[in-house]
Nanobody
Framework: VQLVESGGGLVQPGGPLRLSCAASGFTFSRYAMGWYRHAPGKERDLVASITSDGGSINYGDSVKGRFTISRDNAKNAVNLQMTSLKPEDTAVYYC?????????WGQGTQVSVSS
């Protein structure tokens, strides 16, 4: 099982960034997918989640209206489009897959928002 995040980096406040997660080694279309983030000194928080068929999406309160999660079951990929980024969005972002008791995590990608 592999979840490989990409797209992180340094961005100025107010700017956009798009994260991608490439999945392999499991039946992607059966799994709910999510993005989480972990900032220094804080707990890991849910950023956004999407059900296996994409029919239901949930966002953390701090990113509602700014971030958009999407998935492509044909490409085994889930994306996170981030806009209007703020310094407090700085964190390591993790891709996660969940199906029943099974949960997998990627290695994370650093997102830094700073001028």
């Amino acid at each position: 099982v592999q979840l490989v995040e990409s797209g992180g980096g340094l961005v100025q406040p107010g700017g956009p960034l798009r994260l991608s997660c490439a999945a392999s080694g499991f039946t992607f279309s059966r799994y709910a997918m999510g993005w989480y983030r972990h900032a220094p000194g804080k707990e890991r928080d849910l950023v956004a989640s999407i059900t296996s068929d994409g029919g239901s999406i949930n966002y953390g309160d701090s990113v509602k209206g700014r971030f958009t999660i999407s998935r492509d079951n044909a490409k085994n990929a889930v994306n996170l489009q981030m806009t209007s980024l703020k310094p407090e969005d700085t964190a390591v972002y993790y891709c996660s897959a969940r199906f029943g008791y099974f949960r997998y995590w990627g290695q994370g990608t650093q997102v830094s928002v700073s001028s």
